[in-house]
């Protein structure tokens, strides 16, 4: 069955960064667009990025220029370096697939943004 598990969340402090990554098993990683989702605390689950089976990138407004997502197909693994993190980007972030009209979440790991 599908499986997602991401890692690689943590505390840091205003400007600093994080690499996210999410290994995925269970299905045709290399034929799938993967994404990523946060929820902070109080708030609904927001889009973060999106990443298609040919490279291409989708981010929020709120991440462009400072979130890059990628994929290693070799790996099953598609990361998100987070840079220049702001106090306003602590949330669960997790990881997505959208399969034959199913979603699929990992249980998400924890980023906390210190001021």
């Known amino acids: 069955q599908v499986q997602l598990v991401e890692s690689g969340g943590g505390l840091v402090q205003a400007g600093g960064s994080l690499r996210l990554s999410c290994a995925a098993s269970?299905?045709?990683?290399?034929?799938?667009?993967m994404s990523w989702y946060r929820q902070a605390p109080g708030k609904q689950r927001e889009l973060v990025a999106t990443i298609f089976s040919g490279g291409s990138t989708n981010y929020a407004d709120s991440v462009k220029g400072r979130f890059t997502i990628s994929r290693d197909n070799a790996k099953n693994t598609v990361y998100l370096q987070m840079n220049s993190l702001k106090p306003e980007d602590t949330a669960v972030y997790y990881c997505n697939l959208l399969r034959r009209g199913m979603n699929y979440w990992g249980k998400g790991t924890l980023v906390t943004v210190s001021s």
């Open positions: 269970g299905f045709i990683f290399t034929i799938n667009a």
